[in-house]
């Protein structure tokens, strides 16, 4: 942001004040005066209130280890004897894909709930209920006794986790610090590998406790939601929350201690309270359960909406299903048939890209979301391009070890551009593109996508793997050069600028040119509506 009042706006430096949906008032002076102090203000990442913002964000990153353990313990599972004689399962089958797709149909199922819950609860409320449904799936699932119990656990476990994946990266947005946003909102997802790699190592584990073994992976699911459900209510509730209950002063008052330093007139509070207070209304449509109008009401809204859905579906078929869920089936294909080698590699995999996916949070705030986006893409694209024709020639060539070493060092080297890119912004690019007012039913729209996206790809990949093998992998290439196109002409940038400052962004006849724009004294004072 420059220095100073730009040129158009210094004329107007004491003009008249502009009134928000709040009845809160700014003057152009006010603002200025807020913003030039804001840019002079030094911070740092290690104080105490700082730490002490980093623990209730931890307890909403477990929101997405809860989900994270699942997609690893379910392709362990798949790849486990005890498991498939149990349930006389194969690896890669119409069955196998049932059991891994009734679970986003259970999250289908939540969605209609989700929305309304956040924004009439709180985001806290929404959290509790989700970790307090997956609790109680998680048991039905380790306990269950037939394949009909089995798949009603699991639909009941995608119930509940519907509540936490939209709540938990909505709450960790909106309370993150915003000068570094992109980094704490990109360890969310990053804490998917925290229970893929807890998951793949405790299946690694199960191979070895007899035919019941297979349940301890199960019970060991109860691990992160338990955490979530004992700590979420003494956490603060989100101050956007807050200030669209019309409670501006409990709001205040979250900001001044996690954002502000304690100091209730540090100059980030001001402008936090000053944008939400001009933007958040009281009044729209998340005070009625059943209006989703705002999502595409406006030119603006439906670019926002765009964004939302693209991303939601775009971040399930890239790809990453293979290297997850089907990841022993893709080891298969390589020529590893060891069950004990294929649960090895699949321990390894969470860990290798839990570390990239954190590398990439980081890089948010450095590089920003559309560069990170496109050049990680473009990365998978070509490991696919090498992974097909390595694992055509090692499922014909069985001896030759080095074939099958190379589509290994592929399929990792996918994972990890995916980590860094993908994991870390997928459900936080929807979280920023989303006004306050319209993000728990816009994120409950995405989960939707995301749920059915997800369903769609796991119950086809079964039967996909089984009748055209390696031959599947060209679909993602295809797929991965059109998601490339729509996000380089379609997505726009969000890093440096706060939650309320990109209205200014899909308010402009090219949101994407806007935004690749700096940001000027101009956007602060458009967020507070004082421009004139």
Request: contains cysteine; hydrophobic residues 45%; proline residues 5%.
């Amino acid at each position: 942001m420059g220095t100073g009042l730009d040129a158009e706006y210094a004329h107007s430096e004491h003009g008249d004040a502009e009134r928000g949906p709040n009845g809160a008032t700014m003057t152009t002076a006010e603002a200025a005066e807020i913003a030039d102090t804001l840019e002079s203000t030094k911070y740092s990442p290690w104080t105490f209130p700082m730490l002490r913002l980093y623990l209730v964000l931890l307890v909403g990153y477990f929101c997405a280890c809860t989900n994270g353990y699942d997609g690893s313990v379910m392709g362990g599972l798949n790849a486990l004897a005890s498991y498939q004689e149990y349930f006389h399962m194969q690896s890669a089958s119409s069955s196998t894909g049932f059991i891994f797709a009734i679970y986003n149909i259970g999250s289908i199922a939540a969605l209609p709930f989700v929305g309304p819950t956040n924004d009439f609860l709180g985001r806290r409320a929404a959290i509790f209920t989700g970790a307090t449904i997956v609790i109680a799936g998680t048991i039905v699932v380790a306990r269950a006794p037939t394949h009909e119990a089995f798949l009603a656990g699991r639909f009941v476990l995608g119930f509940g986790v519907a509540f936490m994946n939209v709540s938990a990266p909505i709450y960790v947005g909106e309370m993150a610090h915003p000068v570094w946003r992109g980094t704490l909102m990109g360890i969310y997802n990053s804490f998917w590998s925290v229970g893929s790699i807890t998951a793949s190592w405790v299946v690694y584990g199960a191979q070895y406790l007899g035919a019941q073994g297979w349940r301890v992976p199960l019970y060991a699911q109860l691990a992160a939601p338990s955490i979530v459900f004992i700590f979420t209510w003494f956490l603060p509730e989100s101050p956007r929350w807050l200030v669209a209950q019309g409670r501006p002063q409990a709001a205040r008052k979250v900001l001044v201690k996690y954002h502000g330093e304690g100091d209730e007139h540090h100059p980030l509070v001001k402008l936090e309270m000053a944008e939400m207070e001009t933007q958040i209304s009281t009044t729209a449509s998340d005070k009625r359960w059943w209006d989703y109008s705002e999502l595409w009401c406006t030119r603006a809204a439906r670019h926002r909406l765009l964004c939302v859905i693209t991303m939601a579906i775009f971040a399930q078929w890239s790809g990453n299903s293979v290297t997850s869920y089907y990841l022993p089936v893709a080891l298969e294909n390589a020529g590893i048939t060891s069950e004990q080698k294929k649960l090895e590699l699949n321990g390894i995999y969470p860990v290798i890209t839990f570390i990239t996916a954190l590398f990439g949070a980081r890089l948010m705030d450095i590089v920003g979301r559309r560069k990170l986006l496109l050049s990680t893409l473009a990365a998978c694209i070509v490991a696919f391009a090498i992974i097909t024709p390595t694992s055509k020639y090692a499922g014909l060539q069985t001896g030759n070890a080095s074939l099958g070493s190379a589509t290994i060092a592929f399929i990792y080297l996918f994972g990890i551009s995916y980590s860094i890119g993908w994991t870390p912004l997928s459900p936080m690019y929807i979280v920023e593109v989303l006004e306050t007012n319209t993000r728990a039913k816009g994120k409950s729209v995405a989960q939707f996508g995301t749920a059915a996206a997800s369903a769609i790809i796991q119950y086809s990949s079964g039967p996909a793997f089984q009748h055209i093998g390696y031959y599947f992998y060209l679909v993602f290439i295809g797929w991965d050069i059109l998601e490339w196109i729509v996000i380089y002409f379609f997505w726009p940038e969000t890093k440096g600028r706060t939650l309320e400052e990109l209205k200014e962004v899909f308010e402009a006849p090219n949101p994407v040119k806007k935004s690749l724009e700096p940001k000027t004294m101009g956007t602060v004072l458009h967020a507070m509506d004082a421009e004139k």
